[in-house]
């Protein structure tokens, strides 16, 4: 394997991308409050490089509020049809505003207006509040521009532990653990 774990990340997710797996940019991702009470769901990455792992969200949810507290996390990917996961532990920074806007007028008009009606993690009456709020508000946003809310940004995850665990025979698995020593990765193998 290289010594560069972005190097073997981006080769297996260009693997998973190309094998058509459904939403192969779908992380587990674990966070966990001051008092060390952990809980964890389903994120998308949107990009990555040598500085980290980038997904979006509503800085007033519950992943925002305990990311505020506590900006150690951990992101898991689990490609099953490849027989491939990757484990990733380190220390999320939001984004800059630059960067949140960027993504955030890149994406399709319903999911920026959705963002400015959604309170993400609170308590909603019915499936129906939501869809006439959204139409109130899509009503409202004709012929304007959709800007990003102050409370929508992003993340960056910068790895201080890659992990690569490759499902082997006879439960025989491999697995190769890179740690971030002094500004460079050291790798290890692990028993299964």
Not at 39 to 50: A, C, I, Q
Not at 170 to 182: G, S
Request: aromatic content about 12%; proline content about 4%.
């Amino acid at each position: 394997m290289s010594n560069n774990p972005i190097t073997i990340f981006d080769q297996w997710f260009t693997e998973a991308k190309k094998h058509d797996i459904q939403e192969c940019e779908a992380v587990n991702l674990a966070t966990a409050t001051k008092d060390g009470v952990p809980s964890n769901r389903t994120v998308l990455l949107k990009e990555y490089d040598e500085f980290g792992f980038v997904f979006f969200t509503n800085l007033e949810s519950r992943k925002g509020l305990e990311l505020k507290e506590n900006p150690f996390v951990s992101l898991c990917f689990y490609w099953k049809e490849l027989g491939k996961q990757v484990r990733i532990e380190g220390r999320a920074n939001q984004v800059s505003d630059k960067e949140a806007t960027e993504y955030f007028d890149s994406r399709p008009l319903q999911s920026r207006i959705g963002a400015h009606v959604s309170q993400q993690s609170r308590v909603i009456k019915s499936d129906f509040d939501l869809v006439k709020e959204v139409a109130k508000k899509t009503a409202e946003m004709i012929g304007k521009k959709v800007e990003r809310p102050a409370y929508w940004s992003g993340f960056r995850v910068t790895p201080h532990k890659i992990e690569f665990w490759q499902k082997g025979n006879f439960r025989v698995h491999r697995r190769h653990l890179y740690r971030l020593e002094d500004g460079v990765w050291e790798m290890e193998l692990l028993y299964p």
